[in-house]
């Protein structure tokens, strides 16, 4: 068996919190068509429920990734840095996303917000995966 680093505890630390975010965007988001039936505050209960377990998940990603680019050793091309700041700025804006769907009571800023704060989401994950795969 291969022995577990720190590094290979920070990446899975990582990808849980990512997993819950990401995954759990997507799921609530299937779930949602369902909860409409079942009441008018079925929707907003769960995503009650979600947040107070994907938020601190955000706040865990935001830790684990500012440790692993303290961790970061070796040189790093102008490519891998381009898609660093890309991702940064996409992680801002996943956080404001959420944070204006969360705050959202008009339909159309629900759904907008939801729609984009998900494909964010993945495209933040993608680029994460591509970081990781570059050496």
């Not at 609530?28 to 995503?47: E, I, N, Q, S």
């Not at 830790?63 to 091309?77: C, M, R, V």
Request: charged residues 5%; hydrophobic residues 55%.
């Amino acid at each position: 068996m291969l022995s577990p680093t720190v590094d290979t505890v920070r990446l899975f630390i990582h990808v849980l919190a990512a997993s819950l975010w990401v995954g759990g965007q997507i799921v609530l988001a299937g779930m949602v068509p369902g909860l409409r039936k079942v009441g008018p505050d079925a929707t907003r209960a769960a995503a009650n429920g979600f947040a107070r377990m994907a938020w601190p998940a955000y706040g865990v990603l935001f830790f684990t990734g500012i440790w692993s680019l303290t961790a970061q050793e070796g040189s790093t091309t102008s490519a891998y840095l381009a898609t660093l700041g890309i991702k940064l700025l996409l992680v801002l804006a996943v956080g404001v996303s959420a944070f204006l769907h969360s705050q959202a009571t008009n339909k159309v800023v629900v759904a907008t917000t939801g729609a984009l704060g998900g494909i964010l989401s993945l495209t933040v994950l993608y680029l994460g995966l591509l970081l990781a795969n570059h050496g």
